[in-house]
């Protein structure tokens, strides 16, 4: 029974490279989800895209003196660089630039219109005498009135992560020339969140799968009340208004973004063939549709962008939000204008991409915020990735290798303890990790495998059958059989974390094409199975490099 899964992935804007930070909170996460769906044979459609509009990007192209397009594409093209690298396997990974993206925010943003869920308003706007600018959101800063941060911006202050309304702000200024902004009336739509309180309410109570933070965070966001939202901006970059007398106003980039999970999943029904295919996973109801994002994304996904489906109607909301918490670098927290961040482009210019997916997993900022620092990549490197699994495998296969003519070698009768070890390969592993995965419990997921590599090193050095070889050919090859049908397990539970170096632990195994193809169960080369000469899956790391990359912290780039 084959289920179908929806994943969708925040959209990184296009402004700047991506850091570890993201990584752990949303890129890695439903990466691992959507191997492990894949493996196990369902029907995976997993989407994200980069996010080129909003003030992030203009800011950036107006530093650099460049076409705010001209910035996106960069970091566009930078992203699938980077995705392919580390292996994060989009099904789509587009960008809010197409014209099917604005054609789908057009009919979610005019279907809202007629059915009274957005409305015309007159706001009064910080306005700049001398730049003769409307500021929106960041080209407003000030202090902040609720931790009296000097950094604070006119949607957010970054330092206490408190949304806020330019007008709060104490003594504000244009970020462009530093002048006293002016507040000037102008005409904006709102989207009437008002109207979904109760409907919301409703349908998050029922959510009790959710994670606590998530449940918490958004339950409180709808017990406090909800305000309607401006969606529109004075600003010349986005997607049009599609109403006449706005042609100087663009649709604000959070009400457009969130729209991009549905754009995209059309336009990868149209690039298979079927155009009308994405309502497999938008209108059948037994899909489960979840969404991987940071922490400071939350309201959008449990509140903003259900709203928006509620209105319009037939449409899957969320099954799941697993946002997780933030990672800290050596640390202190992760600040990219302080350049304290590990950028992925630089990480994968120097290394593999496995440890760091390795790292990043054992140590998930799932319940609570985790620290990254160098010494401990180096030493869960060495400790965990060569001396505990690469090890195990490097040891059973050379020896295997070497002593049993490059083939599996026949086993003979199991002993209690070689009995206990392959129960656990055959089905425990599969089961207990299955379960922790398919409710997004990754740290504890791998965990469980890292658990099996580490009692097979044990097996192995009771067992023994590098000595035992001389006196016992068959205990020997009993051994070795169970480790290496343990090995072959190994492969597929930790694929989803670590996919380059499963796949190359299959090749060893002596099994042609794609891991995927075999299944999420143990498929275990049988007696007489051919090996490939072994190679190490992993390289120890040198601990002089703690220091080099610390030193890279904070450096001016
Ligand atoms: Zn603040
Ligand atoms: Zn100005």
């Known amino acids: 029974m084959s289920e179908r899964i929806f994943i969708g992935v925040a959209w990184p804007y296009a402004d700047g490279p991506l850091h570890l930070g993201h990584i752990a909170g949303a890129y890695l996460p439903p990466d691992i989800f959507a191997r492990y769906h894949r493996i196990k044979g369902n029907e995976v459609l997993m989407v994200s895209g980069s996010d080129q509009h909003g003030t992030p990007i203009t800011i950036k192209a107006e530093q650099e003196g460049k076409a705010p397009g001209q910035i996106a594409t960069q970091y566009h093209q930078q992203f699938l660089d980077s995705w392919q690298k580390l292996g994060i396997s989009f099904d789509l990974f587009t960008n809010t630039g197409t014209a099917n993206h604005a054609e789908v925010a057009h009919d979610i943003f005019l279907t809202l ?15 700049c005498p001398h730049c003769q600018r409307f500021l929106s959101d960041r080209y407003i800063e000030g202090t902040c009135p609720y931790c009296t941060s000097s950094g604070a911006r006119g ?192 990480y994968l210019s120097r290394y593999d991409p496995d440890p760091l997916r390795y790292l990043l997993s054992i140590n998930m900022p799932e319940t609570g915020d985790t620290d990254f620092s160098w010494r401990e990549f180096v030493r869960r490197n060495n400790d965990e990735l060569v001396a505990t699994y690469g090890n195990l495998v490097h040891r059973v296969l050379t020896f295997t290798y070497r002593r049993f003519d490059g083939c599996v070698p026949e086993p003979g009768e199991f002993d209690d303890l070689s009995q206990k070890v392959l129960a656990y390969a055959k089905e425990q592993i599969f089961n207990d990790m299955g379960d922790l995965l398919s409710e997004c419990h990754f740290k504890a997921a791998i965990l ?49 974390f670590l996919p380059f170096s499963s796949q190359k632990l299959r090749g060893f195994l002596g099994f042609e094409g794609n891991i995927e193809d075999y299944g999420w169960k143990l498929n275990s080369p049988p007696p007489g199975q051919r090996l490939l000469s072994p190679e190490p899956l992993f390289s120890k790391l040198d601990e002089g490099l703690v220091e080099e990359e610390t030193g890279r912290l904070g450096a001016r780039c």
Not at 184 to 191: I, W
Not at 273 to 288: A, C, L, Y
């Open 155 to 346: 949607d957010q202050c970054d330092e206490c992560g408190k949304p806020i309304n330019p007008i709060e702000l104490i003594d504000p200024r244009c970020r462009l020339c530093a002048t006293t902004p002016q507040f000037k009336d102008s005409e904006h739509f709102f989207l009437k969140l008002t109207a979904f309180e109760d409907r919301l309410l409703a349908w998050v109570k029922q959510q009790t799968h959710w994670r606590q933070n998530v449940l918490n965070f958004t339950t409180r966001y709808l017990e406090q009340g909800l305000k309607d939202r401006a969606i529109t901006r004075d600003i010349e970059w986005g997607i049009p208004v599609p109403v006449d007398g706005f042609e100087n106003k663009r649709i604000y980039v959070w009400f457009e973004a969130v729209i991009g999970y549905l754009s995209a999943t059309k336009e990868w029904a149209r690039s298979s063939g079927d155009e009308e295919r994405w309502r497999s996973f938008w209108q059948d109801k037994d899909v489960k549709s979840y969404y991987f994002i940071g922490k400071d994304n939350i309201a959008f996904h449990t509140i903003i962008w259900p709203a928006m489906l509620m209105g319009y109607g037939n449409l899957n909301l969320p099954y799941d939000v697993p946002a997780n918490e933030f990672l800290t670098i050596e640390g202190k927290r992760l600040s990219t204008s302080r350049n304290w961040a590990v950028w992925l482009p630089d």
């Open 448 to 496: 469980n495998a890292m658990f099996l590599a580490h009692e097979t090193n044990r097996y192995l050095d009771e067992k023994s059958p590098w000595k035992t070889i001389k006196q016992d050919r068959q205990a020997a090859a009993t051994a070795l059989y169970v480790a290496i049908t343990v090995l072959s397990a190994l492969s597929t539970v930790l694929y989803p």
């Open 113 to 127: 219109l007629h059915r009274g869920y957005i409305y015309k308003a007159t706001v009064s706007q910080p306005y």
